[in-house]
């Protein structure tokens, strides 16, 4: 339970940073760079626990690669979107997701979602993999999920690569949806390929 209850609070509060800097007005500190923060700090507070997937197309490259079981593929499912949507009730009561981000309208969207997500995946697999020490996995992983956004933002979308966030963004539509996934997805399995060690030790235990 409390590996549930750790996704959804991660996520929750990634979600909620998001949308309070989306919705609520300019501040200093860019939301890419907000939204790796988080992420890495998590990373290292819950990742042990859980490991810290936070994002939906995490888990379901996991669930692809068989990583994790099925049924706690989707409890972690279930606890992050329930993260983003608690998010978004709590902003929209804080009044500060006034100015959400309007809905996505075209499938370039959707690829320029992918391939940030495509390039987060290495960063992830390097920690997942243990290619990366304990110490710089959360500084591995935020930096990862920073470059990922800057580039989907660069190709046209809102650069939030998390299904889970894009629905307290209030841009939950397919291609926010289906882009980060799969990505993700693919880049974790090609990941995987590239080091070519299934049978290695892994972050995420039962």
Do not use: R
Not at 38 to 49: D, L, M, N, P, S
Not at 107 to 133: D, I, N, P, R, W
């Amino acid at each position: 339970m409390k590996k549930y209850i750790s996704e959804l609070i991660g996520t929750f509060i990634l979600s909620l940073v998001v949308a309070l800097a989306v919705g609520g007005g300019a501040f200093s500190i860019p939301i890419p760079v907000l939204a790796a923060l988080v992420v890495g700090i998590f990373v290292y507070a819950v990742g042990t626990i859980s490991g810290a997937h936070l994002n939906p197309a995490v888990t379901v490259a996991m669930l692809a690669t068989k990583e994790i079981p099925g049924k706690q593929g989707l409890a972690y499912l279930a606890s992050q979107f329930l993260g983003g949507a608690f998010a978004l009730i709590v902003a929209g009561l804080l009044d500060a997701n006034t100015n959400l981000l309007p809905t996505s309208v075209s499938m370039m969207s959707g690829v320029a979602e992918a391939l940030g997500a495509f390039v987060f995946s290495f960063g992830v697999g390097a920690v997942y993999y243990k290619k990366v020490t304990s110490s710089g996995s959360g500084i591995v992983v935020a930096l990862s999920l920073l470059v990922g956004i800057s580039m989907a933002g660069l190709l046209g979308s809102y650069g939030i690569i998390n299904p889970a966030v894009a629905l307290a963004s209030g841009v939950f539509d397919m291609f926010y949806l289906l882009g980060p996934i799969i990505g993700f997805t693919v880049g974790f399995m090609i990941y995987k390929w590239l080091i070519d060690s299934p049978n290695i030790q892994v972050q995420v235990t039962e």
